[in-house]
């Protein structure tokens, strides 16, 4: 039986969508914050950034020890940014989407309050997902056939550069993220505070006036919409939403629970993580379009000003019948590149020309005896 | 030849022209480029052609004989047809007429046109330099050119119309042109040249090894031309075929039509057909002139016409 074999290049191309989509993943991911989508789907979008991290975490590794064995690992890591294939996957998997997945498997609500600390700490970490946009890179080479740049040094030459911008702004990102995960902390804290205070005072009136203190607190507090739900002793005493809806569109992180003394409120907090996604699909487009824009501009100027001319330089000298010039762009000719075509244009190929006028004169041939040998009638 | 097998030698004809190398050039370079090889590994071949694999029945002498024909044959059948349709089809004959006090039927010069071609052409050097004359046709640089020149009235103008003096129009001014090439491989036939008392076969390429017998050569092959063509052409468009394969300081000031044709030539012999250009290069035209020029005096070329024939090319991405 014929053994079933992948085709060459299908890891390579599996890999390569896998980017594109892990780019969506990522903008998804935020988006659904930002848009209020359901728990279900945000947690089908988490187990998938899980898959996505674990994928390019294996490639990672099996990339790595295959480097290893053909004792280039060096080169693999520094030059041919193996650093970028790690960076946006084993630190991934580990920092962001693997305790997700697990506070999600777990339930978040009986991890703690150890935990709850983790579980904003990995919200700002969420920053860190962005260096999957320095994944694109990696397709540069699908781009170079849009783009007509097949040249090598091109691709590098983009990847290099869009490397460091990206790398420049992720790495800002992350400096900045600890100062915004306290930032955050303080505006969790001061709506905490903010309800613990009204319960305190509404608890205040209620002994002064001696009004029932569920209608008190009826009366005052059911019209604030970031109430979700009352409690008191363990009574419903108002609820603004359904519970169905409650259970469909509120994860763990989408609402604080404020306790103070008999009283329980469920406080909306998704004015804060909208807030906090729309800064990330912020920083998501900046750096899409950044990388995009290098690809298109740059790729575009550095092969025309570039890759082009070393190329029909090559040919000139190594093919026997290319002799065709170089255009020398006028407001780049004092490049040193433009200046070394003119010496090709003006020099070496009217050499070439007499040189080949010469051997012509020799009666030289371009076949051998060695050419004759493999001849069969 | 008897012992000599057809079939065989046209496998190895083919395996020959099948090489990597030569592939793909122009059937002409590449048999030229075959004959240079023979030539210089005669005493390697002597033995090897005679092994088993090859002619182990025949004499060396008798194979390469035989070889040559075979190869020379393959290459005439290739260019013949294409030459015998162009003229019959692209050539107007008439503008002999036009241009002499003769008064010949078109379809007769056009049929010894023909034979004479078929002759000449049987000569292996008129027959790599029938390369540049093909690709001229084939590509239709003439009439690109001469149109260009024409509208343009400068300086190939001014020294084709009115340095000549020969006030034609345009198309007839091709025709012209196309009848010179014709004729101009005429040089490449190897013709008895009688010095110091020795008898020598020698053509237009043994001529610059030898140039002291440059106008023997002149004579000799003009009255060659009388001779075959004299009754049908006039003697001015032999003279001026013949010149066009002079260098620009050996011709007549008013050899204009000539001086051009040795450019058009060279830049043809070797013509390079680019289906696509490579983004960033010059159009292949444009190159060439320009090299052109910084080789006009290595090559003997009209300096002024260069220039001209650059800025055609270049305005028109040729």
């Not at chain 1, 960076?87 to 978040?108: D, K, M, Q, V």
């Given at each position: 039986m014929k053994k079933f074999k992948f085709p060459d290049n299908f890891w390579e191309n599996f890999i390569l969508v896998s980017i594109f989509l892990v780019v969506i993943q990522t903008f998804l991911d935020d988006y659904s914050h930002y848009a209020l989508w359901s728990v279900k789907a945000r947690n089908i979008l988490l187990i998938t950034g899980f898959f996505f991290d674990l994928t390019f975490t294996i490639e990672f590794i099996v990339r790595?020890?295959?480097?290893?064995?053909?004792?280039?690992?060096?080169?693999?890591?520094?030059?041919?940014?193996?650093?970028?294939?790690?960076?946006?996957?084993?630190?991934?998997?580990?920092?962001?989407?693997?305790?997700?997945?697990?506070?999600?498997?777990?339930?978040?609500?009986?991890?703690?309050?150890?935990?709850?600390g983790v579980l904003n700490v990995l919200k700002i970490v969420k920053a860190i997902r962005i260096t999957r946009i320095l994944r694109l890179i990696r397709i540069m080479k699908i781009f170079g056939k849009i783009h007509n740049a097949e040249s090598k040094m091109a691709q590098r030459h983009t990847a290099t550069i869009a490397t460091t911008g990206v790398f420049t702004i992720v790495i800002i990102l992350i400096i900045f993220s600890f100062f915004r995960l306290n930032l955050i902390t303080n505006l969790y804290n001061?709506?905490?505070?903010?309800?613990?205070?009204?319960?305190?005072?509404?608890?205040?009136?209620?002994?002064?006036m001696d009004v029932p203190l569920r209608l008190l607190t009826f009366k005052l507090l059911s019209n604030d919409k970031n109430i979700l739900k009352m409690y008191y002793i363990n009574f419903l005493i108002f609820s603004n939403i359904s519970e169905d809806k409650f259970q469909k569109y509120y994860a763990f992180d989408d609402y604080i629970i404020v306790k103070e003394n008999e009283f329980k409120l469920y406080v909306d907090v998704t004015e804060i993580n909208k807030e906090i996604a729309s800064v990330n699909l912020e920083n998501f487009f900046i750096i899409i379009f950044l990388v995009i824009a290098y690809m298109i501009f740059y790729t575009k100027h550095f092969v025309q000003t570039i890759s082009d001319i070393v190329y029909i330089m090559y040919r000139g000298f190594t093919e026997d019948n290319y002799n065709l010039q170089i255009k020398i762009k006028k407001e780049y000719k004092e490049d040193e590149i433009y200046k070394l075509a003119e010496v090709y244009n003006d020099k070496w190929l009217p050499l070439k020309l007499k040189l080949k006028e010469e051997e012509k004169k020799k009666k030289e041939s371009k076949l051998s005896i060695d050419d004759l040998l493999n001849f069969k009638v | 030849?008897?012992?000599?097998?057809?079939?065989?030698?046209?496998?190895?004809?083919?395996?020959?022209?099948?090489?990597?190398?030569?592939?793909?050039?122009?059937?002409?370079?590449?048999?030229?480029?075959?004959?240079?090889?023979?030539?210089?590994?005669?005493?390697?071949?002597?033995?090897?052609?005679?092994?088993?694999?090859?002619?182990?029945?025949?004499?060396?002498?008798?194979?390469?004989?035989?070889?040559?024909?075979?190869?020379?044959?393959?290459?005439?059948?290739?260019?013949?047809?294409?030459?015998?349709?162009?003229?019959?089809?692209?050539?107007?004959?008439?503008?002999i007429n036009k241009i002499s006090t003769k008064n010949e039927d078109a379809a007769i010069i056009k049929n010894k046109l023909i034979e004479f071609v078929t002759q000449i052409i049987k000569h292996k050097d008129v027959r790599y330099h029938f390369n540049g004359i093909i690709n001229i046709f084939k590509y239709g640089a003439l009439?690109?050119?001469?149109?260009?020149?024409?509208?343009?009235?400068?300086?190939?103008?001014?020294?084709?119309?009115?340095?000549?003096?020969?006030?034609?129009?345009?198309?007839?001014?091709?025709?012209?042109?196309?009848?010179?090439?014709?004729?101009?491989?005429?040089v490449y036939i190897k013709i008895p040249i009688e010095a110091n008392g020795k008898n020598f076969k020698l053509n237009w390429i043994d001529m610059s090894k030898v140039p002291q017998y440059k106008n023997k050569f002149f004579t000799i092959i003009m009255s060659v031309l009388r001779k075959e063509l004299g009754e049908l052409i006039p003697e001015d468009i032999l003279r001026m075929a013949v010149k066009s394969n002079y260098r620009e300081e050996e011709t007549e000031l008013n050899e204009a039509s000539a001086r051009l044709l040795y450019i058009l030539t060279h830049r043809f012999q070797d013509y390079k057909h680019y289906e696509k250009i490579d983004r960033g290069a010059e159009t292949p035209d444009k190159s060439w002139f320009n090299i052109a020029k910084k080789n006009a005096s290595y090559y003997g070329f009209e300096k002024r016409m260069l220039e001209e024939l650059y800025k055609i090319a270049a305005d028109n991405n040729w």
């Open positions: 790595s020890i295959l480097a290893i064995r053909k004792k280039e690992f060096k080169l693999y890591f520094l030059y041919r940014r193996g650093w970028v294939d790690f960076l946006a996957s084993i630190p991934l998997l580990l920092l962001n989407s693997g305790p997700s997945l697990y506070f999600l498997i777990r339930g978040y609500h009986s991890a703690g309050k150890a935990t709850i001061e709506k905490r505070e903010h309800y613990t205070k009204l319960i305190t005072n509404i608890e205040n009136i209620n002994m002064d | 030849m008897a012992n000599l097998d057809k079939n065989r030698m046209n496998a190895f004809i083919e395996h020959l022209f099948n090489n990597p190398n030569i592939k793909n050039e122009p059937i002409l370079i590449g048999e030229t480029l075959i004959i240079n090889f023979v030539t210089k590994n005669l005493n390697t071949l002597k033995e090897l052609l005679r092994t088993p694999q090859f002619f182990p029945d025949a004499e060396f002498d008798e194979i390469l004989q035989f070889m040559l024909t075979t190869l020379r044959d393959k290459v005439i059948n290739k260019i013949l047809p294409f030459l015998t349709e162009y003229i019959d089809k692209n050539i107007d004959f008439s503008v009439a690109r050119y001469l149109s260009d020149i024409f509208d343009r009235r400068e300086f190939i103008y001014n020294e084709l119309v009115k340095v000549q003096k020969l006030n034609l129009p345009v198309e007839d001014f091709i025709n012209y042109l196309k009848i010179l090439l014709l004729i101009k491989n005429v």
